[in-house]
């Protein structure tokens, strides 16, 4: 009979060539494909490469917003590259907000953990799906329409959102109009919204006109 | 030997026991699932299915935009039910617009095949990407990002898109917050408008306060 | 210019002409497809159908496990049918465990709200990645993996996973052998235990010889 | 503590709430989707449902081809459904081949049980890859691409085929053109060959001119 | 509270950590993956990345097919990419043809801009689709069927297609048999046409006997 | 009219600019993505590249389970790579076994050449699925669930299974427990073996306490 070893070396060898069905890791100094990150190799894959400890501690949400995503993406957790899966806390002060925003890539499941938040999204033919949520509520956010998070009552919120992509990407209208260097009248003619408006929530965001 | 008409029966009742591998066009009567609309009966699916003549039209640009989008989408043309990919056409008269606007889940190239386009999109991370189109000029808009299409010079505007799933859907910004029964507190919130704008162009589209 | 009612009605009419490009909200009282659950009517949505209160209150640990799964999947929040993701509620008394298990269809984040898991994952190749965790730590565990949780430390355990399917299964090892009328000379043949130890077990988890 | 089979009742109930996580057996009865055939109840299921035995005998070459396919795909084997894979029996009597013939939706590996085959297919790019597979030889035929089987030697072929598609389809071009109503001046112009030829084949397959 | 660029700064790094989110232009100097293209990084992506202008003009007919086909596929249009969407243009002179063809990996979505095109697929149970279309005519063709368009009435044709794929591929069914080195008994073999006919067609297309 | 060649290459540059659309031929010694292996250049590609003649020859079976896989999984054949299928040959010898396993992203179906194997799979929800399975019979066994085969009868068992995979790995439960540095405590907790098995075991298997 084979000594056991060599058996076992022969099972891994023959029967998991390579990490690719397994998982794939990312090193994120090699290419990017549609896919996602590259592979690092098997053999330098340790347990770290698959447990973040950043979500435990709130974001700092002392910005205009008064609210901080702390996300677990693969960028931040290599071993979700390729998993169709990330995670993310959420952390909104009394009279902050999650503005209208959209992943273009991920569906999101949002749980909350303290305080209240209403929450909502709106769908292609405009209706308007909207709730309060309290602790332990989760709600769904389909993928690529719009949604916005509110803090609510007189606790600070905490949530945990889950999305359907390793790296789900955040876009916040008010960033993408306000937040760079699209011209004023462009921005008018596609939102309608009158020239000091956009104007002045520019100056907000740090645009240029 | 076997009779011919035998054995082209054998043949495809054996090799093709089922629509399901080639095509499957739509029957809007039946129950939708999250893959798309249920199957015709092979037997009954005729050319018809697949085809579409109403894009040799243009559309009616007597409206608030002064643009209007013909969809050849699967309830349009059943024929693509399935089959990751749909197209429409495009109308934008002179002064016309398609306001900021995002495909929840589809990718889009849009060909100019009349008069010039301003035509853009804006990433996740707030990087504005926008260019004047001619005629013959493509361009591509990434799945679920925000764009817009501008009607430029003396000329109305006509072109195709094509999208990356039959019934990629529409949301057009300005519509999702001023077109419903979103409260305006709420939309003044999740955007940083001030209250005038919101009320104003609620009036515009149709919402209510 | 047509009057607004008739421009949305319009505009809804033609570019959302169904709910399969936004969402397809689980009906369960229809036919299942590879894909998922068939959809309800657009019309019949509400915000309810994409929210779940569940998550909020400890699951039932009184059982052999001492622990308790509490899922957010889509037969209890339908709005994730054919989304792509999923979530549940881990609770795990002092002593519990969730034994030796896999998701055949998902991955999996699983994020530590209180309390310490010692939690962890075999790959293919038989290495073994496991981990104590405490609070706010995250851990992925690959799609089809085996993989465990067990409490650790003074407190009960309390966690939110997050899975890559609207309905990810769970399979339990010790259930899979041990819970049913798979016959003990085979349980004892594709495992290698011994018969003593397949009949006490099979006592332990109800299955029969 | 609970009793045993009110804790697996309770589990299953609560962690197997639908057969879609693990497997959806073909309900022919029921409508098709653009994934496949709806489901069968799970209480329904039995292991008829995944088991076929129709591929331990010799299909009938007594045909044009003097060959015989033996799918055993979505219909034949009905828990195949969903699942991405099917297989099928091929015989190829001395002198016999499987024409020149593609499957839209999937690749193939076909590996010889007995006999040898010369088999090859043609890249979009118009290169050939061909060679003559002996017993054991295994050869992979890319997704939607023109591939060919032909009988070598003296003994019957008899080979096992594998498709990425639980009902892949096949398309045999010389049934395409041949065996149908295209008219042959049609057939001529798409093909160039000659309206003798034409004539001739539609004869041997039983088209009409 | 925090200076707006820095505020900036860090949503952009936190949300967006890499583009793989939102598009993926093509490196063609890098290696590809069954995904695709790998990416540029996201600092050096353009909107030139984005925008194609080939297609505007006529392609060149004079050949042996009077037709053209001018791809905006992912090596000339980079930020298709992982997208699955892609389009060309098809020009083709009076007389002229697209012969008999499949795209492996591709549905098609074909637009008629100016004059008429006899189109049409055949199904795997060889039923024939096909039908004379005229301006604004859009046909569905799905992915991987043999499908074909003539060019018909008195003014060349001009259409757009589009493709469910970044990188569609083209097969030629007759320069798959008469334009390279597969031996002409082999080509007679798996088509049934007589050697006359093969050899006089590999003259034509310029195979090798 | 253009000279052949210049028109063939014109063609084949235009319209195969990549061999992404029609295959991906693994180059193992290129990073590895998400999607698979990278891809060899189409230049390079050969027929080689998808034949594997490994399968003609009885796996090794001189080991613990008197049963040997043979793969025919990228590795062993690249040009499986990217395209959802792969192969193996199984031999157990007289009272062998291939002890419950399952491949983490895999279906599989088994055809049995020679001898009888009892085959079956357990459900999410316990259910037990098996049967002797004959010369001829093929089995599927669904992505992620544990399942087996067992030599039958007075003859060695061969079989051909194939995986909706080009790597679908393989977990040997008992491997994954016994086989490596997997702490008998911890073991024993999520398995709720004894200590004296679990040990035991982990000597037959290598693997330390």
Known sequence: MLPIPF???????ILSPSSAADFCVADLSLPTSPAGFSCKKESTVTISDFVFSGLGVAGNTNNKFKAAVTPAF???????????ISAARLDIAIGGVVPLHLHPAASEVLVVIQGSI??????????VYYKTLHKGDAIVFPQGLLHFQVQSGGLPAVAFGSFS?????????SLALFANSLPS?????????????????????????
């Open 7 to 13: 058996l076992l070396l022969l099972l891994s060898s």
């Open 74 to 84: 693969s960028p931040q957790l290599p071993g979700l590259n390729g998993l169709g």
């Open 118 to 127: 209403i929450a909502g999204f709106i769908s292609s033919s405009n209706s």
């Open 185 to 209: 009248p462009l921005v008018e003619k596609v939102t309608f919204l009158d020239d000091a408006e956009v104007k002045k929530l520019k100056k907000v965001f740090g645009g240029t006109d």
């Open 165 to 173: 992509s390793p790296n789900p990407g955040l876009q916040i209208v």
